[in-house]
């Protein structure tokens, strides 16, 4: 099934890909903060300085020569993944829960021989799955396990949110489900689940999967509506406080909530994908257009968080004009 029928998109306010580059990534976002986002280790560090959790780094590998450290990281830590620093949309990523003699053992219970464990980090060197030309770095880092409230709507790994912000306020969010399919990762281009947000209650209001509409979780059958994301103040306050500071007006932010840590970062995106409309069954572009008239955005986050609900809510946001330090 469709979910936009093509004629009506521009008129159901759908932010197409163009306008997503030239209106907003083009206006907003300074080419020379990219660096900042694309490299998943700058990213790491610039959130640890802004005081945001984040998934422990256990190592860097960045050459053929370091690739046989892996063995040692992994007798060390056993739990970890590996992900391409200039990766995107879950390319490369492995998630790995234990270490055996033969080698490590992947979330679906099965052994990933060394042999391979290091072809699989010599292509992630090559840059096979970064952005850009040239090769890349892999990161090793602290597995994150899902908060149990997920346990029936997570297959074989971490969900993650996904909340689009614009000049510091948040605007549309989705919870990205990993399915049988998707292999431990969330992302939806490796077949997770996309379910919209409603953002002044942090619940779930439908799922899609592939680009179309889903009830029930495949591997679970149970409900992907009307879910509540644990700690939603907490991740909208998270999302918005970075989303301002890292320089870009136009990013997409990636929580996943860690049942041992909390709302930790994954990572920051400076030009978002447009499916999280697609989740929403919602078009971006009125949203944002509301956020672009205002004249000045407060300085402080829970007013950003306030106007980002009465957006949502299409309710005037001239309410919001007000004083520093008066309360909205
Ligand atoms: N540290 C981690 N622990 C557990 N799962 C992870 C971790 N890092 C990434 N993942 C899984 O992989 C997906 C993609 O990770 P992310 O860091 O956002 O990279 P990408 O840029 O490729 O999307 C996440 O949504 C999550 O499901
Ligand atoms: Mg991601």
């Given at each position: 099934m469709k979910l936009f029928p093509s004629t009506g998109l521009s008129k159901a306010g759908v932010l197409g890909i163009n306008s997503r580059n030239l209106d907003f990534i083009a206006a907003?976002?300074?080419?020379?903060?990219?660096p900042l986002v694309d490299d998943k280790v700058i990213t790491k560090k610039l959130a640890i300085e802004a005081g945001v959790t984040v998934p422990e780094l256990f190592g860097v590998i960045?050459?053929?020569?370091?690739?046989?450290l892996i063995e040692e990281i992994a007798k060390r830590h056993k739990s970890f993944v590996v992900k391409p620093s200039?990766?995107?949309?879950?390319?490369?990523i492995m998630v790995f829960n234990g270490v055996a003699k033969a080698g490590l053992r992947r979330m679906n219970g099965r052994i990933m021989p060394w042999g391979d464990v290091k072809y699989h980090l010599n292509n992630m060197l090559s840059g096979m799955?970064?952005?850009?030309?040239g090769s890349d770095q892999v990161m090793l880092e602290e597995r994150l396990v899902p908060h149990s409230a997920f346990s029936k709507l997570a297959f074989g790994g971490v969900p993650d949110v996904r909340v689009i912000v614009f000049r510091g306020i948040p605007v549309m969010g989705m919870l990205r489900l990993p399915t049988a399919e998707s292999d431990g990762k969330a992302n939806l281009h490796q077949g997770g689940i996309g379910a919209g947000i409603?953002?002044?209650?942090?619940i779930t209001t439908r799922g899609v999967q592939h680009n179309d509409s889903v009830?029930?979780?495949?591997?679970?059958?149970?409900?992907?509506?009307?879910?509540q994301v644990p700690g939603w103040p907490d991740i909208l306050e998270l999302v918005s406080r970075l989303g301002h500071h890292v320089g870009l007006g136009y990013v997409g932010v990636d929580i996943v909530i860690c049942e041992?840590?909390?709302?930790?970062l994954l990572e920051l995106n400076?030009?978002?994908?447009?499916?999280i409309q697609t989740a929403n069954l919602r078009g971006l572009r009125p949203l944002l257009e509301a956020i672009h008239a205002l004249p000045d955005i407060p300085e402080d986050v829970h007013k950003r968080i306030e106007i980002g609900k009465a957006n949502w809510t299409r309710q005037s946001l001239e309410r919001f004009h007000t004083l520093e330090g008066d309360h909205v």
């Amino acid at each position: 099934m469709k979910l936009f029928p093509s004629t009506g998109l521009s008129k159901a306010g759908v932010l197409g890909i163009n306008s997503r580059n030239l209106d907003f990534i083009a206006a907003y976002n300074p080419r020379r903060f990219y660096p900042l986002v694309d490299d998943k280790v700058i990213t790491k560090k610039l959130a640890i300085e802004a005081g945001v959790t984040v998934p422990e780094l256990f190592g860097v590998i960045r050459y053929g020569g370091e690739v046989h450290l892996i063995e040692e990281i992994a007798k060390r830590h056993k739990s970890f993944v590996v992900k391409p620093s200039r990766g995107s949309g879950g390319g490369g990523i492995m998630v790995f829960n234990g270490v055996a003699k033969a080698g490590l053992r992947r979330m679906n219970g099965r052994i990933m021989p060394w042999g391979d464990v290091k072809y699989h980090l010599n292509n992630m060197l090559s840059g096979m799955f970064s952005m850009g030309d040239g090769s890349d770095q892999v990161m090793l880092e602290e597995r994150l396990v899902p908060h149990s409230a997920f346990s029936k709507l997570a297959f074989g790994g971490v969900p993650d949110v996904r909340v689009i912000v614009f000049r510091g306020i948040p605007v549309m969010g989705m919870l990205r489900l990993p399915t049988a399919e998707s292999d431990g990762k969330a992302n939806l281009h490796q077949g997770g689940i996309g379910a919209g947000i409603d953002m002044v209650t942090g619940i779930t209001t439908r799922g899609v999967q592939h680009n179309d509409s889903v009830d029930l979780h495949p591997d679970f059958e149970t409900p992907v509506r009307d879910f509540q994301v644990p700690g939603w103040p907490d991740i909208l306050e998270l999302v918005s406080r970075l989303g301002h500071h890292v320089g870009l007006g136009y990013v997409g932010v990636d929580i996943v909530i860690c049942e041992h840590k909390g709302p930790t970062l994954l990572e920051l995106n400076a030009r978002p994908g447009i499916a999280i409309q697609t989740a929403n069954l919602r078009g971006l572009r009125p949203l944002l257009e509301a956020i672009h008239a205002l004249p000045d955005i407060p300085e402080d986050v829970h007013k950003r968080i306030e106007i980002g609900k009465a957006n949502w809510t299409r309710q005037s946001l001239e309410r919001f004009h007000t004083l520093e330090g008066d309360h909205v």
